[in-house]
């Protein structure tokens, strides 16, 4: 049981280039996020998926696309790389707060630095 | 506008005594709110919620008190023990999605 994972761990882009960030989960999770985590600014939710073929915007979607492939994986893309976009990323997944357990589970992130 | 806010970005606590992290909220339509610890090059994990119809909630040597009419939340580790030392963030949710403080780095004095 591997919980959440993502890939790459660690990428370095330049300015204008693309790359999608993979995650997948084994949880058997409704619902999926994607998060970067700055300095001084804790994580900030950039994309959600509350099912398999639905998405919604967090606060920081702009630059940013998702797919929810099916109900394991939640990918992130980068359409064209910017410096401000030089941050750690995180995926998780929970259960829907309905169940009654609305913790999320989070990989152990991707650290992607944009020249 | 943060709307979920730690106000100490760190705390330094001697080994064995009580650790307390503090945390504010502006938003009176968080219902459900969650600390988490996050040790370098790692993920945040889970450690412990509470619902806004509860005032408190323990798991062993953690404890989250919730003042609603403060919009304070707190979470208390006694004893402190040397692999407390790590980041928490608290977190605060209406529905599915989460808003995240800043952090507070705990450092525990062995």
């Known amino acids: 049981n591997a919980g959440v994972t993502q890939t790459p761990k660690f990428q370095v882009l330049k300015t204008g280039q693309s790359m999608t960030l993979q995650c997948a989960q084994d949880m058997n999770h409704n619902s999926m996020y994607w998060y970067r985590q700055d300095p001084g600014m804790g994580l900030r939710l950039i994309y959600y998926?509350?099912?398999?073929?639905?998405?919604d915007k967090g606060e920081v979607p702009n630059g940013y696309n998702v797919s929810r492939l099916n109900k394991r994986e939640f990918s992130l893309r980068l359409e064209s790389a910017a410096p401000s976009q030089t941050s750690v990323y995180f995926c998780?997944?929970?259960?829907?707060?309905?169940?009654?357990?609305?913790?999320?589970?989070f990989g152990p992130g991707t650290r992607l630095t944009v020249l | 506008d943060q709307q979920v806010k730690q106000n100490s970005p760190s705390l330094s606590v001697q080994e064995g005594r009580i650790s307390i992290l503090n945390c504010d909220y502006t938003n009176s339509m968080f219902d459900y709110f969650l600390w988490y610890k996050k040790y370098p090059a790692e993920g945040p994990t889970f450690l412990i919620s509470i619902s806004s119809i509860k005032d408190k909630n323990e798991d062993g040597r953690f404890t989250v008190f919730l003042n609603k009419s403060a919009k304070h939340l707190s979470l208390h580790i006694v004893p402190s023990q040397p692999g407390d030392s790590a980041v928490y963030f608290c977190?605060?949710?209406?529905?599915?999605?989460?808003?995240f403080g800043t952090g507070t780095r705990l450092t525990i004095i062995p």
């Open positions: 998926s509350a099912s398999e073929g639905t998405t």
């Open positions: 998780a997944s929970s259960e829907s707060r309905a169940s009654g357990k609305g913790e999320q589970f």
């Open positions: 977190a605060a949710s209406p529905r599915e999605k989460l808003t």
